[in-house]
């Protein structure tokens, strides 16, 4: 064989091989994600009551509000707020779109992901629960999990939002390396700042994700800690995920 045409080929078999390990690593990390996901929700169709609480400088508490999450297929969730101060108000989300509905107001009102209700919690830290469908990215070494389980092992992925409508634009997360439930993850914003850092508590069971702490790294490291207080399997009727039907029906239940 001619030299020129047998550097082709062991060009094209190079090739062939980078795209192969390209595509199982990128397969790896879609699994990983769908595991540490269904510690977050457990089911396609979940009805999540939250509680979300800030805490002062001291530790003290400072603030909370209560929250039923109706998370659906297809990137589609329905928030109701159920703190007196906020009852009636509602935040739907349906793929990358965001809409606020207030009571009295029979117009839908766009907002964005990063939107806060508490603290350090947004709209997209409620709202949403699916880390597969909008990241990839790639896999790191197996190494210790950051403080203060640096005692246990996790692996670390590096992850890039692939859709505009998220509150993070990148992700780095680690998964325990047995089980790959969520241990903690480092939150960066559109700029590439890191805006908070997370970390994960599961249950007693150690089947789901109890608690999301939050900390923030922008403005004086106070923590709101996220509390999923009961997941049940819920699928809401179509009608609940239109915005203009929500604005024109106030009272759902």
């Known amino acids: 064989m001619p030299e020129p045409e047998k550097t082709m080929k062991t060009l094209s078999l190079l090739t062939l091989?980078?795209?192969s390990f390209a595509a199982h690593a990128?397969?790896?990390v879609t699994t990983l994600l769908k595991a540490a996901d269904r510690y977050r929700t457990g089911s396609d169709?979940?009805?999540?009551?939250?509680r979300v609480s800030t805490f002062k400088r001291d530790g003290q508490p400072d603030k909370e509000r209560l929250y039923t999450v109706f998370a659906q297929p297809q990137r589609r969730s329905l928030v109701l707020m159920r703190t007196p101060s906020e009852a009636g108000q509602k935040v739907l989300m349906l793929g990358d779109d965001f809409w606020l509905l207030l009571p009295g107001s029979q117009r839908p009102l766009r907002i964005t992901p990063s939107q806060k209700l508490l603290g350090e919690a947004s709209t997209g830290d409620i709202a949403t629960m699916s880390w597969a469908e909008d990241y990839d990215g790639t896999l790191g070494p197996q190494g210790p999990c950051p403080a203060p389980d640096e005692a246990r092992s996790c692996r670390r992925l590096s992850l890039q939002s692939t859709r505009k409508g998220v509150t993070y634009a990148r992700i780095e997360l680690w998964l325990g390396e047995k089980r790959h439930e969520p241990v903690a993850a480092e939150l960066y914003v559109q700029s590439d700042k890191l805006a908070k850092r997370a970390r994960f508590v599961l249950d007693k069971?150690?089947?789901?994700v109890d608690q999301m702490l939050l900390q923030d790294e922008l403005s004086g490291q106070r923590e709101t800690r996220v509390q999923y207080l009961a997941r049940t399997p819920k699928a809401v009727p179509e009608a609940w995920l239109n915005p203009m039907f929500l604005a024109r029906n106030p009272a759902l239940e």
């Open 26 to 28: 990128g397969d790896e």
């Open 45 to 50: 169709a979940m009805q999540v009551e939250t």
């Open 205 to 208: 069971s150690g089947t789901q």
């Open 17 to 19: 091989f980078l795209m």
